[in-house]
């Protein structure tokens, strides 16, 4: 009913609109695309890792100054294990090559058959002594756990190990045998062509990422070998107490430092660090983005405001005369939160293009998926809602507008 | 009457401080966040190295295994095997070679009580030096012929060498590393490339964040099987044993030649052809992949160097500045709007419609100063902020002149662009009409 009339006074001076309206569509498309990042890098950085109760969980490297002799490395190896175990508050310990998250590790390839052309998929490759399913708290899905017969100690300078057995992850035993119900018993390749290991599937867990944690299925290819080893000297992986977890950490250190006979480099770390570690920078691109997107709506609304109390000042004697001529106030405040709207509704139209087309761009630049409706839905409510909070002041004190002011000259 | 319209600007500054104030705000706050962002993605993508960057070549044969290759994909790995290094090392052109490995090792101290220093650096030769423009402080590197010997020799960095030594010279002295005593040649000066160019592959902190800190000839380290603190790809089979591993196809150092210019670069990939064809005879590079040459810029694009990060955030970061400018221009619409009478007297006292266009464009640049001046301010303590996050954004995050002189233009321009319109209209002004009205 009132539209009419307002719509024919936006044409007749477009310019303010028009730049109102941009704002509002600049606005949408930002922020939507900053929120749909900043959301899929919090779900990335939230993904479990399939360790159970990581914060009781932490990590500790020895890296000798020189390098002892193979049997003297796998002596000490044992007694720090011991030593590692006898802690107070230590629950479980396990000699591994590497860490999940902890952004360096040992890849390979696996294939399903040995005469592939190209191997199946990567995987991050988990050699361990013990048994990674108790210590981390893997979730046995399938097959059975590794058990002490199965351990091949190897000196890796010698000779490659033999990998007859392994565990996968269900990604990777998804990879491998697409659609198959079960794993446990069948085959696996290290690499293709002749020279491939061959190794047979005993186990299944449900999760284990790899190092490097990327996003996706890749993310969690990972393959458990029961080897032991010299390289690296010696890590372990020690669950203990969490609420102790600290001080076992320093208790850990110092005895570790106190039994190796040989100068050596230790470094301690929680899961909790890192994985701190493995999303810090994407969790300070999120805070950017988030910071990006509040001053954003900021900047919209005081634009808003700013150009609303231009027209009004613009139009004291229209809107006196309307007061004089029986418009009541509220008149007066809905036909500037309606024109508000008309305005932001253009904006939001046009924003909505401008939204899918920089998600477009983004998609084509970098490995991002395309945004879901919802973004989009929820972007315009919010630029509505901004709309009418920013119009409602200025729209309030036009209301305010004597009727007086009708009769006074220019 | 330029200075004096500036000087007027000065002064409207104060006129409607509320819409100053506003305009002034939101350019601060768009030229800040664009700013922040665009240092991290300069220092990214900066030319570590400009006045050779065309003639230092990082050379990529394909020596990967012909299963599972598909013609004109790229080479399997970014590094080379120790045969094509040494081979390269020993016959190739150029003015200088060298082979880049990453070491990790621990400097035992002299008193048993002050521990060991872990250290990370790199294997490599003497043409190291003076290819990549490092300074030294204090010595040399060690001579080509020492390379050869296989010298028990080290190059520290600055830092290293303080840890160590504090304030002494410890040219001459030894340090125990690797088991073995190494006679310091020379202290680097201060020098850390951003990017960590000349090895990119590393295994210590990444492409910004860390530093090499111990310098070794890359034969010593070969002798003394230090292995390789950065990666490792090894796509075919290798004879047990440490001669085995030199043998194999394992592809793991990174490799640099220094050409005379930029138009020698024929001449290297004619090398690289050739050598290729030679060493097929040995029934090696069964792939017969195309040779790559990369000279720096290229390599960098190459590894990736430059984060998606670092790019989503300098677009959106834009298009925040954007809107500010859009914002601008509606706020000095409404500015100029009310000054329509001031208009209308000096264009009826004689000014023609280019003055009245020169000093409310002047106008709009004083906004635009001021909104640099403040977002100046602005983006040091966001980059502040974010140098706090991680290593890698504090290695990142520093201004330079450059994009402190940035700042000011993109606020400057950006508001004479803002300025435009408004001003354009302020033009339109009828003195008559506006004459009469007062």
């Known amino acids: 009913m009132e539209i009419r009339p307002i719509l024919s006074i936006l044409l007749r001076n477009k310019i303010a609109p028009l730049l109102v309206a941009l704002q509002v569509a600049i606005s949408l498309a930002v922020l939507t695309n900053a929120l749909y990042i900043v959301t899929l890098r919090y779900e990335a950085a939230n993904r479990p890792s399939g360790v159970a109760d990581e914060s009781a969980m932490f990590m500790i490297h020895l890296s000798p100054v020189t390098k002892p002799a193979f049997a003297d490395i796998m002596a000490q190896q044992q007694r720090d294990r011991e030593t590692l175990a006898a802690l107070p508050g230590v629950a479980s310990v396990a000699w591994v090559n590497q860490m999940a998250m902890s952004q360096s590790g040992w890849n390979t390839v696996v294939a399903t058959e040995r005469t592939q052309p190209q191997p199946t998929a990567p995987a991050a490759q988990y050699l361990s002594s013990d048994s990674l399913v108790k210590t981390l708290g893997l979730e046995l899905v399938e097959g059975r756990d590794f058990n002490a017969e199965d351990i091949e100690e190897v000196d890796m300078d010698q000779a490659d190990p033999k990998m007859k057995q392994v565990i996968v992850t269900q990604a990777l035993a998804q990879a491998l045998y697409p659609g198959a119900a079960s794993v446990v018993g069948r085959k696996m390749f290290f690499g293709t062509g002749a020279d491939a290991d061959e190794s047979q599937i005993v186990g299944v867990v449900r999760r284990l990422q790899t190092p490097g944690a990327a996003t996706g299925k890749r993310g969690e290819y990972s393959v458990i070998v029961p080897v032991r080893t010299s390289i690296p000297a010696a890590q372990f992986v020690v669950r203990a107490d969490p609420a102790q977890r600290d001080r076992i950490m320093r208790d850990a250190e110092t005895a570790l430092r106190k039994i190796t006979p040989y100068p050596v480099i230790v470094k301690v770390k929680s899961l909790d660090a890192i994985r701190a570690d493995r999303y810090r920078d994407d969790r300070t691109l999120a805070w950017m983005l988030v910071a990006v997107s509040a001053l954003l709506l900021l900047v919209t609304a005081s634009g808003i405001v700013g150009m609303t109390m231009l027209w009004i000042s613009q139009r004291r004697k229209q809107i006196g005369v309307r007061r004089a001529l029986g418009a009541r106030r509220v008149d007066i405040l809905r036909y500037f939160i309606t024109e508000n709207l008309l305005i932001t509704t253009g904006g939001i139209v046009a924003g909505l293009i401008l939204a899918v087309g920089l998600n477009q761009f983004l998609v084509a630049q970098l490995e991002m998926s395309k945004m879901p409706i919802g973004y989009l839905a929820a972007g315009s409510g919010l630029l509505w809602l901004l709309g009418v909070f920013a119009v409602f002041g200025p729209a309030r004190r036009a209301s305010a507008i004597s009727p007086a002011i009708a009769t006074r000259a220019a | ?438």
């Open chain 2, 1 to 438: 009457m330029l200075r004096y319209y500036f000087m007027l600007g000065l002064r409207n500054l104060r006129r409607n401080p509320v819409l100053t104030g506003l305009m002034v705000l939101t350019l601060t706050v768009g030229v800040a966040a664009s700013i922040s962002t665009l240092t991290i993605l300069h220092m990214m993508s900066g030319n570590p190295i400009p006045d050779k960057s065309s003639r230092l070549f990082v050379p990529l044969v394909d020596n990967g295994p012909l299963d599972g290759y598909i013609p004109g994909q790229l080479p399997h790995d970014s590094q080379l095997s120790y045969r094509d290094a040494s081979n390269f090392l020993q016959g190739g052109p150029g003015v200088r070679r060298t082979a880049v490995v990453g070491v990790t090792g621990a400097i035992e101290q002299s008193r048993a009580d002050l521990g060991t220093v872990e250290a990370d650096g790199l294997a490599t030769t003497s043409d190291y030096f003076p290819m990549f423009d490092v300074p030294f402080l204090r010595g040399a590197a060690w001579a080509p012929a020492q390379d050869k010997s296989t010298a028990n020799v080290v190059v520290l960095s600055r830092r290293m060498s303080e840890k160590i030594f504090g304030a002494q010279d410890p040219v001459g002295k030894h340090i125990r590393l690797f088991n073995n005593d190494f006679e310091v040649v020379g202290v680097l000066g201060n020098w850390n490339p951003m990017p960590r160019y000349t090895h990119l592959i590393n295994g210590n902190g990444g492409n910004f964040a860390g530093q090499d800190d111990i310098f070794i000839p890359f034969q010593t380290a070969i002798r003394l099987h230090t292995g390789t603190s950065g990666s490792m790809t090894c796509n075919g089979p290798s004879a047990p044993g440490y001669q085995g591993f030199l043998d194999s196809e394992c592809t793991w150092i990174q490799f640099w030649f220094e050409m005379k210019s930029a138009v020698e670069r024929s001449t290297l990939q004619d090398y690289l052809d050739s050598y290729t064809r030679e060493q097929r005879k040995f029934s090696r590079f069964a792939r017969q992949n195309i040779n790559h040459l990369y000279d720096v810029m290229e390599w960098m694009d190459h590894l990736h160097v430059v984060s998606d990060d670092g790019r989503v955030s300098t677009w959106l970061a834009f298009g925040f500045l954007m809107l500010c400018l859009v914002n601008t221009i509606g706020l000095l619409l409404a500015k100029f709007s009310v000054r329509a009478g001031e208009v209308g007297v000096r264009r009826a006292l004689g000014a023609s419609r280019a003055e009245i266009f020169k000093q409310f464009l002047t106008e709009a640049a004083v906004v635009g100063l001021a909104g640099g001046l403040l977002g100046l301010l602005l983006s040091t303590g966001a980059l502040w902020l974010l140098a706090r996050q991680s290593e890698r954004y504090a290695a990142l995050a520093h201004m330079d002149w450059s994009m402190l002189l940035l700042t000011f233009a993109l606020a400057v321009l950006s508001s004479i662009v803002a300025g435009l319109l408004p001003t354009w209209r302020a033009c339109q002004v009828t003195p008559a009409l506006q004459l009469k009205s007062q």
